[in-house]
């Protein structure tokens, strides 16, 4: 029962923090406004969630539900890691542009290298695979160097993409890019890349997704 309650208590801050976050943005909702507003002591929300780890959670449901839509609707015409993860992020980028404080969000959490280590991680093991199962395969010494570069790259393009409307054509250019800089860097042949874009593209015009939110 009080392993029950406990995880109930975790849950109300952590849907009180998210709802103030949305509101707020994430560096003006400070921890006691969370305590406030969930009405619980100050250590309880501290022994729970420090204030990174409610970027973090977030990112890791947002992009949870969108791996789980994607499994659920498209795993037999998905042909590879590769267009999974283009349609990964087009849907990420697209559903946060629809709204303009989820947009600010994600934006200070991207300045402040907020998104989490196992998000980064899951989807360099995919684009690992990617490469290996379309016959790029990499020392994973070489491949750590293009993560380095694609962090740069994508610091880059994501600055370019605030000027525009998930609408725009340049928008959706923008965002097929920031999802192959790696194999790109790698040295996967562009016509490859380009195929697997125009398959995604196909793919996601067909794909209900009007149901994911980070909020």
């Not at 100050?42 to 973090?56: C, E, I, M, R, T």
């Not at 998000?119 to 684009?127: E, F, G």
Request: with cysteine; glycine share 4%.
């Amino acid at each position: 029962m009080q392993y029950t309650k406990g995880i109930q208590t975790m849950e109300h801050i952590f849907q009180v923090g998210k709802e103030l976050m949305y509101e707020h943005g994430y560096k003006k909702t400070t921890i006691s406004m969370i305590v406030e507003a969930a009405n619980v002591p100050h250590g309880l929300v501290n022994y729970y969630y420090k204030k990174p780890d409610f970027a973090a959670r977030l990112y890791l449901d947002y992009f949870s539900s969108i791996d789980h839509l994607l499994n659920e609707t498209v795993p037999q015409t998905i042909e590879n890691e590769l267009q999974f993860h283009i349609l990964q992020m087009k849907i990420a980028l697209t559903q946060i542009f629809k709204n303009p404080k989820t947009k600010t969000f994600y934006y200070e959490i991207s300045q402040l290298n907020l998104a989490p280590k196992e998000l980064h991680d899951s989807i360099r093991s995919r684009q690992v695979s990617a490469l290996h199962n379309l016959n790029a395969v990499m020392n994973p010494d070489d491949y750590y160097l293009c993560a380095i570069a694609e962090y740069g790259a994508h610091k880059v393009l994501l600055e370019q993409l605030a000027d525009y409307r998930e609408t725009d054509d340049r928008f959706e250019r923008i965002v097929e890019l920031i999802s192959t800089i790696s194999v790109r860097i790698a040295g996967l042949d562009p016509f490859i890349i380009e195929k697997n874009i125009q398959t995604a593209r196909e793919l996601f015009d067909k794909l209900d997704y009007s149901g994911i939110h980070m909020f």
